[in-house]
Each structure stands twice: as structure tokens, then as C-alpha cells.
């Protein structure tokens, strides 16, 4: 990774200065006018140049193939096993929300299924169920709040009882 705020960076972004850092962890910049000739200047920018650059190309071989642990925190790419586990997740999710679905169509009438998957499912409000089903809302409102009730009871005792599906 090229970091621009490093000691070659500096110096070498900068061709008019000798770029370079200080016991106080300041960067002093030496100029064509601190050296004696023009020659003398170009001889140690060369030279600080190519240590820098030696220095800083030290010890790359090990990094330039290596993520940081801050870019490996961000990065969105799929672990292995998660690879592995995520299509029989998802399976096992399926087969419950299966028996789930079955439990609760078994526990209600069809028109109570029907009503509640409107009501739920396709987020139509009691005036709309009824308005669908050539009924009055009353009885739209009751048949949900008596699902309600049936499915209130059956996950209490399943929770009651230790059951994981409900």
C-alpha cells in the first residue's frame, strides 16, 4: 500500500526540497539554496531518493500480499464455512417455516387462515378483507381477533413446554 504521508513520499513529491524528518518527528525541507551548487543539491536528492525508497520497499515482500486487519474488518467477502453452512441454513429455515405454516393452518378454520395471510401477509386492512370476501367488516374483525386468539394460545404452550417450533 502506498502511503503519501511516508518519508519517500514526501520527499519525493517534493522535487525541490530534500524532504526529511527530524528528531521532534517534524519534516525539515532542504532547499537549493541550503547546498553550495546546484550539482551538489541534485547529487543528495538522488541519493535520499533511493534510500527512501530502499526503505521503504524493505519489507513489502511480506505486505504487498497481505490485507490489513482494518481492510479484512470491512471487506464483504464470504468466510468458507459460511459458504459452506448457508445453503443448509437456509434449508433448515425452509422446513420450519414449513411445519410452522402447517401448525397454524391446522389450529385454524380456512377462513381464518385466509383472513389472517391478508391481513399479515398481504397487509390489507379489515375494511379491505371485507370489501374482497362481499362481507361485513364486523365479521372480518372477528374472525382475526379469534385467530388471533387460537395462535396466542398454541405458541404459549409451545414455549410453555420447551417446544422450539412453536
Request: proline share 2%.
Amino acid at each position: 500500500m502506498f502511503d503519501k504521508h511516508s518519508d519517500y513520499a514526501l520527499n519525493k513529491l517534493d522535487p525541490e526540497a530534500i524532504v526529511c524528518p527530524s528528531a521532534t518527528g517534524i519534516h525539515i525541507r532542504l532547499t537549493r539554496e541550503d547546498f553550495a551548487s546546484e550539482e551538489d543539491f541534485l547529487y543528495w536528492k538522488k541519493l535520499s531518493d533511493g534510500d527512501y525508497k530502499d526503505i521503504e520497499s524493505a519489507g513489502r515482500g511480506y505486505y504487498d500480499y497481505c490485507i490489513s486487519l482494518t481492510e479484512a474488518r470491512k471487506s464483504t467477502s464470504t468466510s468458507a464455512e459460511d459458504a459452506f453452512l448457508a445453503p443448509l441454513i437456509a434449508a433448515e429455515q425452509r422446513e420450519q417455516r414449513i411445519a410452522l405454516l402447517k401448525k397454524i393452518k391446522d389450529a385454524l378454520t380456512e377462513t381464518q387462515y385466509r383472513r389472517l395471510w391478508m391481513y399479515c401477509v398481504e397487509e390489507m386492512n379489515e375494511a379491505e378483507i371485507a370489501q374482497a370476501e362481499h362481507v361485513g367488516q364486523p365479521r372480518v374483525c372477528r374472525s382475526l381477533c379469534r385467530a388471533k386468539i387460537i395462535l396466542k394460545k398454541i405458541f404459549s404452550e409451545g414455549s410453555k413446554t420447551g417446544d422450539k417450533n412453536g
